[in-house]
C-alpha cells in the first residue's frame, strides 16, 4: 500500500491545494519499507497534483486543509483522503499505521471537528447518521 503525505519542512502541509511536496511511504504488513520525496507542484495545472498521486499509485492521501474539487477527483480515483489534518508527519503516520486511525482526530485542524474530517470519514461508512437524516 502506498501512503502519500503532504508536507511543509517537517509538518503537514496547511493547504494541499497549493502544497509543493509530498513524501510517499511504502507500506508492507504495517511497516514502513520505503519513503521518497514526491513533487507534486504543476503551475498550469490545478487537477495535476491528484494525477500525479494516481500515477504513482498512491492509495490513501492524509493532508491539511483541501478543496471539494482535488478531494472528489482523489476519491473517483481510488485516493481514500483523510483531509484537515495538521501536525508532524511522522507522528500522524505513526497514528494512521497503529491500527487505530480513529487517533487521527488528536491531529484535526482547528475548526474543522464536523466540517472536515469528521464528515469525510461518516460518508465512508454504510450506514451513518449523517446521511440517515
Request: hydrophobic fraction near 40%.
Amino acid at each position: 500500500m502506498k501512503i502519500a503525505i503532504s508536507i511543509d519542512k517537517d509538518r503537514i502541509a496547511p493547504v494541499f491545494d497549493v502544497a509543493q511536496d509530498c513524501i510517499c511511504y511504502e507500506i508492507n504488513d504495517g511497516a514502513v519499507n520505503s519513503a521518497a520525496r514526491l513533487s507534486i507542484a504543476v503551475k498550469d495545472n490545478e487537477l495535476a497534483p491528484i494525477i500525479r498521486l494516481g500515477e504513482e499509485g498512491v492509495e490513501i492521501l492524509i493532508c491539511g486543509a483541501i478543496s471539494r474539487q482535488l478531494q472528489v477527483l482523489a476519491e473517483n480515483n481510488g485516493i481514500l483522503v483523510e483531509g484537515f489534518l495538521t501536525g508532524q508527519t511522522n507522528e500522524i503516520l505513526a497514528a494512521y499505521l497503529g491500527q487505530h486511525p480513529e487517533k487521527l482526530s488528536e491531529f484535526v485542524m482547528p475548526g474543522c471537528r464536523q466540517r472536515g474530517f469528521q464528515r469525510n470519514r461518516q460518508r465512508r461508512r454504510k450506514n451513518c447518521r449523517f446521511w440517515s437524516r
